[in-house]
């Protein structure tokens, strides 16, 4: 093994721990014996036990110097669904498509409002409907319509307004929040699935693609977790959103997640962590599994990962976060296809379908806990409107002192 691989393989498995329940304790670092032979998983000795899960799947064998270049996607996909066409991720899907020369069918609220946030509504390779995702028939209907085989879920209950508080947007979901089974997620999401279930299956180089993409969100399981897995892993479960979890929209999320996975087709759930249009695009991704990612991302780079998993047969049926880190000077460009990182993540199905391992989901959070931005990287310190510039100059955010944020002033309650 060359000390570079070696180096590789250690960073990538710092600080798994040794007793049985995972998160009952502090973090403690172990001294780690990595067994490595070509083309073989990792073993990772815990204390005196390897555990079955390695950090990373292995990867497709492959010679970079003479595979492929990937194929044209509109060559892989005929029409791609878009839920959320006109929203804030949504825009920047069904322009990426159509600049790859995939048809469209924009799934929309509102076709006024498609004709001017949409670049070309006049496209031909680009079909508006008019559809009420919380209708089951009426999805159904549009994806008969328009002989889709692929789509891409990027809905929510919020409202677009770029302008709008988050706790507006809260307040635009609350009367389906606190009634999961009515909102879009419950209901769109597997009216998409159960329309294209009967389509045939969607294939490269003799392995599946997803027929479906879920934009989600990082952070939907972290309300569930046990107060002892909530403590030692506070730098992710201690952020704004997930300890106030207004409303219930991380529960609605994930259940949708979980709903998806039983559906029947073939799916992709990518869950990004803070959107922020302030922070640049184009910039290279930083897969996780097992919901501890914190960081940022830009929409557009969100939009492009969710368009490149259509043709990214080692994305299907598995759930992962990302954010990106910025382009220092050149160092960090985006990676020209994604295939190799996401083939390294695991499928949901591993571990009885409980997904990562307690050993690794620890280890993961440790080594993404040092990507945070800001200087302090303390994202359990943020109060609700906080930045992470703010936090390192002692500011307060919009709303005020964590756990004495004044939410009334942003509209929290809720309209009746």
């Known amino acids: 093994m060359t000390i570079k691989r070696y180096a590789t393989l250690a960073a990538a498995s710092l600080a798994c721990i040794s007793s049985t329940n995972a998160f009952s304790g502090p973090p403690s670092l172990l001294t780690f014996l990595v067994q490595s032979t070509s083309h073989k998983t990792t073993n990772t000795l815990v204390g005196n036990s390897p555990y079955s899960t390695s950090l990373f799947s292995t990867p497709p064998e492959r010679n970079d110097d003479t595979s492929p270049p990937p194929p044209p996607l509109s060559t892989v996909v005929s029409r791609v669904a878009v839920a959320g066409a006109t929203g804030r991720t949504g825009k920047f899907v069904v322009q ?30 680009l079909t508006i409907r008019k559809t009420d995702l919380g209708s089951r028939n009426d999805v159904l209907a549009a994806l008969d319509e328009n002989q889709c085989d692929a789509a891409i879920w990027c809905a929510t209950g919020f409202s677009d307004a770029p302008d709008q508080s988050i706790w507006t947007k809260l307040q635009a979901l609350f009367g389906l929040a606190v009634t999961p089974k009515g909102t879009i997620d419950a209901v769109g999401l597997p009216a998409l699935a159960e329309g294209l279930k009967s389509t045939p299956k969607r294939v490269l180089d003799g392995k599946s693609l997803p027929k479906i993409v879920m934009l989600s969100s990082a952070g939907v399981t972290r309300p569930s977790w046990s107060e002892g897995k909530k403590l030692a892993l506070e730098g992710c479960a201690g952020i704004p959103i997930v300890r106030l979890n207004p409303f219930g929209i991380l529960d609605v999320k994930r259940e949708s997640e979980e709903t998806l996975r039983t559906c029947g087709v073939d799916y992709t759930i990518f869950r990004p962590c803070g959107l922020n249009d302030s922070w640049p695009s184009n910039q290279r991704p930083i897969f996780s599994q097992g919901d501890i990612a914190v960081g940022r991302i830009n929409r557009k780079d969100v939009a492009q990962i969710l368009v490149s998993i259509l043709s990214a047969p080692d994305a299907t049926g598995k759930t992962f976060e990302a954010i990106t880190i910025a382009n220092s000077d050149g160092y960090y460009p985006p990676a020209s296809s994604l295939n190799t990182a996401l ?26 806990q040092q990507l945070l931005p800001g200087e302090k990287q303390s994202a359990n310190e943020l109060a609700m409107g906080q930045t992470y510039e703010q936090l390192d100059k002692g500011e307060e955010g919009r709303l005020g002192k964590k756990g004495e944020e004044k939410v009334e002033q942003a509209g929290l309650a809720p309209s009746s």
């Open 96 to 125: 990426s498509l159509l600049s790859q020369k995939v048809p469209v069918l924009a799934l929309v609220r509102d076709p006024s409002k498609a004709s001017t946030v949409l670049d070309d509504p006049t496209d031909e390779l």
């Open 343 to 368: 083939g390294r993540l695991e499928s949901d199905s591993i571990n009885g379908g409980k997904g990562p391992s307690e050993e690794v989901v620890r280890a993961t959070y440790a080594l993404m």
